[in-house]
């Protein structure tokens, strides 16, 4: 989600747009306009279907964003930060806090698809009432399109495997029913995996029998295979993060550079010696300033590289992800969000303590897991 865009806010959650989401627009308008009206309604002027098409993709995008919001809504109310939601290809994404409790879980899980199906339902009905109605015809077979594609949402977000919302709900279930947390997100990665490599199965399936559309099938296969491998990994590596301290997993002493250097002197004096990819920047006060990455050094022109300072090409402080030394890390990290990542940088206050990359992760649990210390 990192080539998203800011736009705005929906009921005080930064709304984001993916650059897919005109692809979005142009493939549901497109097949709406070109198929589905002309088929439903013939005989009528192709300006006719193109701003009924244009009509009916844009109303799938706000019912997609209502999904999202009914997610952020429930959440909110549950107590759980909710950091953003992002409009893209596949539908949306809601970004948000873990649960404290299953109950909290199923709610949050389960009204986003529910408000699909209520959309869905809302837009047939009225799509029927129009449809007896003279001159409404064009109106009538836009709503009745757009109810069919909320229920088919809200329906396929109901199957019962991460990351989908059905597998939200049985996650959440499992948690009520066991209380072993991790056991019942491992279930859920699993059943998201088997899901997603059906869902490519079946779409390559229908594309070499010639339905092209098995192409979006398989896309979407590929999504949730992917996320929910993700998120059965996430779930094994939690119990070996518990109780673990910031300062527990860092690396120090931490690899610097002052901000005022220009490119090439950084290169000279610092990149050449270096066994790391990402230094922290210092001020003159030596307080830390910003994330260099580097490699980011080689793709500066070579006529600018002894005029501009190391600061502008750096990562600016206030969107590097920090922490203090005694933070839970399990805390830290799901407080990490698309657009900072890793590495994390450990303060004590203005003073720069270490910093923690997916090597030091690693490192950590598997020195955890050999020691037999995984809860």
């Known amino acids: 989600m990192n080539n998203s865009v800011r736009m705005g806010r929906v009921l005080g959650v930064p709304l984001r747009l993916h650059w897919t989401v005109p692809l979005l627009l142009l493939l549901f308008g497109y097949s709406l306009a070109s198929q589905t009206l002309p088929a439903a309604i013939p005989d009528q002027p192709s300006s006719i279907y193109t701003v009924a098409g244009l009509a009916g993709a844009l109303l799938l995008l706000a019912s997609l964003l209502a999904h999202e919001a009914a997610h952020a809504i429930t959440a909110r109310n549950k107590g759980i930060r909710v950091q953003s939601i992002t409009l893209w290809a596949l539908g949306g994404m809601t970004e948000m806090g873990r649960p404290r409790a299953a109950g909290a879980a199923f709610l949050v899980a389960v009204m986003g698809p529910l408000t699909s199906l209520v959309i869905g339902a809302a837009a047939v009905g009225a799509g029927i009432g129009l449809n007896t109605l003279p001159g409404w015809e064009m109106p009538a077979a836009v709503l009745l399109w757009l109810g069919w594609v909320n229920l088919v949402v809200g329906v396929f977000n109901l199957l019962p495997a991460a990351p989908l919302d059905g597998g939200r709900v049985v996650q959440a279930l499992m948690w009520w029913r066991t209380g072993d947390r991790d056991r019942a997100e491992r279930a859920a990665g699993r059943s998201g995996q088997i899901l997603g490599i059906v869902l490519i199965g079946v779409g390559w399936i229908a594309v070499l029998r010639g339905t092209l559309s098995g192409l979006w099938l398989a896309l979407i296969g590929f999504f949730v295979m992917i996320v929910a491998t993700a998120e059965r990994q996430h779930a094994t590596l939690a119990p ?70 190391v600061r502008d090409v750096a990562i600016p402080w206030a969107r590097c992800t920090t922490c203090a030394p005694d933070d839970p890390l399990e805390n830290v990290l799901e407080k990490l969000s698309p657009a900072s990542g890793m590495p994390i940088v450990v303060t004590d206050g203005q003073q720069l303590v270490g910093i923690i990359t997916e090597h030091d992760i690693s490192r950590l649990v598997q020195r955890r897991t050999l020691r037999g210390e995984n809860q």
């Open 240 to 309: 070996a993060l518990r109780g673990v301290r910031a300062a527990d997993a860092m690396s120090s002493p931490v690899e610097t550079c002052h901000d005022w250097l220009t490119v090439q002197r950084c290169i000279d004096d610092v990149a050449v010696r270096t066994s790391h990819s990402k230094v922290i920047l210092i001020d003159f006060q030596g307080h830390p300033s910003g994330l260099l990455h580097l490699p980011r050094l080689a793709k500066v022109p070579a006529p600018q590289r002894e005029t501009l300072r």
